[in-house]
C-alpha cells in the first residue's frame, strides 16, 4: 500500500521548516562574524585616542547595565549573585586579559593580522576543552579547525614563506595570541562553572566581573582620561562594542544555537579575516596582498567544511 498523501505532506512541510530554521540560524552567524569583524577595524581606529583599558571598562559597564535590565524584564527579578563567585572572578580576568592584550595588539598591527590570530581561537577552545571538560572533538571538526588553522597562520605570517621558515611573528600578534588563549579557555569553563543558573542571568554576572577587574587593571588609565576631550570616533566605537558585539552578538548566537549544531556555530569565526579584508579595502585602509587573501580564502574552506558535515 502506498503511504498517506497527508502524511507525506506534513513530513515535507516539517522538512522544509527545519531547513528554513537552520537558513535563519546560518544567516544570524553571518551577521554575528560581520559585527565581530566590525570591531577590529573601529577598534583600530578608537585605540590611538584612549588606553585599552579605559575603553573596555566603558564598554562593559554599559554592557552589564543593559544586560541587566534584559535579566529582570526576561527573568522577571533582580539578578541574583552565585555563590561560587570566584569563579566569575576567573572568568572576568580572563576576558579582561582578552580584550586589553586586542586593543594593545591594534596599536601595533593590522585588523587583518588581529582578526587572523582570532581565528585559531575554536582550535584551542578544543584543546582547552578537553583538558577542563575532557571533550572529544569529532573528526570532522578537527579536519574543519586544521583547515582553518593552516589559513590563519599563513595569514599571521603575512603570505610569507621566508617568515614562516624564521618563524618571523609580528609583536602584535603574539600579543593577542596570548590574548585569545585566554579567550579560549573562557568557552569552555563557562560551562564547567555554570550550575544551572540561567544563561541570560550568568552573562550579566560575567560582564560584570568582566568591568570590574577592566577597573581594577585600569585605574590610573580610566582616571586620567580626557574623557570630554575625546574624539567623535571613540565614543562611536564604545557605542558600537557595547551593543553591537556584545550584547547583540550574545542574541545572535542564543539564536543560532537553537536552530544549529554548537560546532557549526562555533565555526563562524572564521570568516572574520576575509570579512575584515573586505571592511579595510572598503574604507580606504588598502587591501592585502594576494597570498595572504589566499589565505582567508583557505579559513573560509574550513567554515565551509564544517557546515555541509552532518551534524552529531
Not at 541574583?80 to 572576568?92: A, E, S, T
Not at 594593545?104 to 582547552?128: D, E, K, N, Q, Y
Not at 579575516?273 to 579595510?280: A, S
Request: charged share 10%; glycine share 8%.
Amino acid at each position: 500500500m502506498s503511504a498517506d498523501p497527508r502524511t507525506d505532506n506534513i513530513t515535507q512541510h516539517s522538512q522544509l521548516a527545519t531547513g528554513r530554521e537552520k537558513l535563519v540560524g546560518h544567516l544570524a552567524m553571518m551577521l554575528f562574524a560581520a559585527l565581530i569583524a566590525g570591531s577590529f577595524s573601529i577598534g583600530h581606529l578608537a585605540i590611538p585616542h584612549i588606553g585599552p583599558a579605559a575603553l573596555n571598562a566603558l564598554r562593559f559597564f554599559i554592557a552589564s547595565i543593559f544586560m541587566g535590565i534584559a535579566v529582570v524584564v526576561i527573568l522577571k527579578r533582580a539578578p541574583v549573585m552565585p555563590l561560587n563567585w570566584w569563579h566569575l572572578l576567573i572568568l572576568g580576568i580572563l576576558m579582561a586579559a582578552y580584550f586589553v592584550l586586542m586593543f594593545m595588539a591594534l596599536r601595533i598591527t593590522s585588523p587583518v593580522a588581529t582578526g587572523a590570530v582570532f581565528t585559531l581561537v575554536p582550535f584551542m577552545s578544543a584543546l582547552f576543552g578537553w583538558i577542563f571538560l575532557g571533550q572529544i572533538t569529532r573528526p570532522t571538526v578537527f579536519i574543519s579547525l586544521i583547515i582553518a588553522a593552516i589559513g590563519s597562520t599563513w595569514m599571521i605570517f603575512r603570505g610569507d614563506i621566508n617568515a614562516v621558515f624564521s618563524f618571523d611573528v609580528g609583536r602584535g600578534e603574539l600579543i593577542f595570541f596570548v590574548g585569545c588563549a585566554c579567550h579560549a579557555a573562557y568557552a569552555p569553563l563557562v560551562k564547567k562553572f555554570n550550575s544551572g543558573m540561567p544563561v541570560i542571568e550568568f552573562t550579566f554576572w560575567t560582564l560584570v566581573a568582566i568591568a570590574g577587574c577592566l577597573v581594577i587593571y585600569g585605574f590610573d588609565e580610566i582616571r586620567n582620561t580626557a574623557w570630554l576631550e575625546l574624539p567623535a570616533i571613540v565614543w562611536w566605537a564604545i557605542a558600537y562594542l557595547s551593543l553591537f558585539t556584545t550584547a547583540i552578538t550574545f542574541f545572535l548566537v542564543q539564536f543560532a544555537s537553537m536552530r544549529l549544531h554548537a560546532t557549526k556555530v562555533l565555526s563562524y569565526g572564521y570568516l572574520t579575516p576575509g570579512i575584515i579584508i573586505l571592511i579595510e579595502g572598503i574604507i580606504g585602509h588598502g587591501w592585502v596582498s594576494l597570498s595572504v587573501g589566499i589565505g582567508a580564502l583557505v579559513t573560509i574552506a574550513g567554515l565551509i567544511f564544517l557546515a555541509v558535515a552532518p551534524d552529531g
